[in-house]
């Protein structure tokens, strides 16, 4: 089997260095190089050992490595896949984290995958945190947490592509591998939606009391851990999220229309008794939660 003995893993955040610290929890013994556009994100990754090199150049570093990881926002994998595609080899491995899927997948599929090619393949792991930065990455980010996996429509899997899966699973992921149309409609509702959603009620709060310290304190005081849950997203960096809205923008507007649409329900049926027929629905989503 190819073993993967060196990985270049481009983006150092918060997902890219938390790869790195996980895979030497978990025995990686080959070289891990990393690379970032913020030299302040590469020196924290360095430091923390979440890699052992910060490459000079990016593509010389992605190259000579087995295994490429594009950690960084949906634009910039866009950016790397048309980059990397030509200067790869079949011995060599692609794969990312990017949030979206469909339009990942369907910029790789011009460059990998053929006959002569690199493979890729496109992952997204479902973990995180509401904060960025190499500063916040820990080993066991991913630990129980769901690892979804979209395969290019090509032949069967590499054994870079199976010894990289070992290693997600050795994280503490389950895996699951979806169709990436499917993969985007299911984050639209489960991850984009809340995220936006979060956004809003944290700029509405934002912009209704700004200059109101004695409120604002009151109100973190008063709302407690609801407050705090609620708009725990909204501290979420725009780099990242405005990738998602412009790579996933159907299917999130049809998300929010529909919670629109909900709110308006609900603000036209306070004193009525469809309200609690809308509580009784809410209690029965939670209640069939896996």
Same mark, same amino acid.
């Given at each position: 089997?190819?073993?993967?003995e060196?990985i270049?893993?481009?983006?150092?955040g918060?997902?890219?260095?938390?790869v790195?610290?996980?895979?030497?929890?978990?025995?990686?013994?080959g070289l891990i190089?990393?690379?970032?556009?913020?030299?302040?994100?590469?020196?924290?990754a360095?430091?923390?050992?979440?890699?052992?090199v910060a490459a000079?150049?990016p593509?010389t570093?992605a190259v000579?490595s087995?295994?490429?990881?594009?950690?960084?926002p949906?634009?910039?994998?866009?950016e790397?896949?048309?980059?990397l595609g030509?200067l790869?080899?079949?011995h060599?491995?692609?794969?990312?984290?990017?949030s979206v899927k469909?339009a990942v997948c369907e910029r790789?599929?011009?460059?990998?995958?053929?006959?002569?090619?690199?493979r890729?393949?496109?992952?997204?792991?479902?973990?995180?945190?509401?904060?960025?930065?190499?500063?916040?990455?820990?080993a066991g /980010?991913? =630990?129980?947490?769901?690892?979804l996996?979209?395969? @290019?429509?090509?032949?069967?899997? *590499?054994e870079? &592509?199976?010894?990289?899966r070992?290693?997600?699973t050795?994280f503490?992921?389950?895996?699951l591998d979806?169709d990436?149309a499917?993969h985007?409609?299911i984050?639209?509702?489960v991850s984009? /939606?809340? =995220?936006?959603l979060s956004?809003?009620?944290?700029a @509405?709060?934002?912009?209704?009391? *700004?200059?109101? &310290?004695e409120?604002?304190?009151e109100?973190?005081m008063?709302?407690?851990?609801?407050?705090?849950e609620m708009?725990?997203?909204g501290?979420?960096?725009?780099?990242m999220w405005?990738?998602?809205?412009h790579t996933n923008t159907e299917?999130?507007?049809e998300?929010l229309?529909?919670?629109?649409?909900?709110?308006?329900y609900?603000r036209?049926h306070?004193?009525t008794?469809?309200?609690r027929?809308?509580?009784?629905l809410a209690?029965?989503f939670?209640?069939?939660r896996g």
């Open positions: 089997m190819k073993r993967m060196k270049t893993i481009l983006g150092t918060l997902i890219g260095a938390s790195g610290l996980a895979l030497r929890e978990q025995k990686f013994d190089l990393g690379w970032d556009k913020d030299p302040g994100e590469l020196a924290v360095l430091s923390r050992g979440a890699i052992d000079e150049d593509v570093a000579g087995d295994v490429i990881l594009l950690a960084g949906v634009f910039s994998i866009l790397w896949t048309d980059q030509p790869l080899g079949p060599q491995l692609v794969t990312d984290v990017g469909g790789a599929a011009l460059s990998f995958g053929g006959a002569g090619q690199a890729f393949l496109p992952g997204h792991p479902m973990a995180g945190k509401e904060v960025h930065g190499g500063e916040h990455a820990e /980010l991913f =630990q129980g947490a769901v690892w996996f979209t395969p @290019l429509a090509t032949s069967s899997a *590499s870079l &592509e199976t010894e990289w070992a290693w997600v050795k503490g992921c389950r895996t979806l990436a499917r985007d409609e984050c639209a509702w984009h /939606l809340p =995220q936006y956004t809003a009620l944290s @509405l709060l934002e912009e209704r009391f *700004s200059g109101d &310290e409120m604002r304190a109100m973190r008063i709302g407690g851990r609801a407050l705090r708009t725990r997203l501290a979420s960096p725009y780099s405005r990738d998602v809205a299917a999130i507007a998300t229309l529909a919670l629109e649409q909900r709110l308006t609900l036209e306070l004193k008794p469809e309200l027929e809308e509580f009784d209690n029965r939670r209640g069939c």
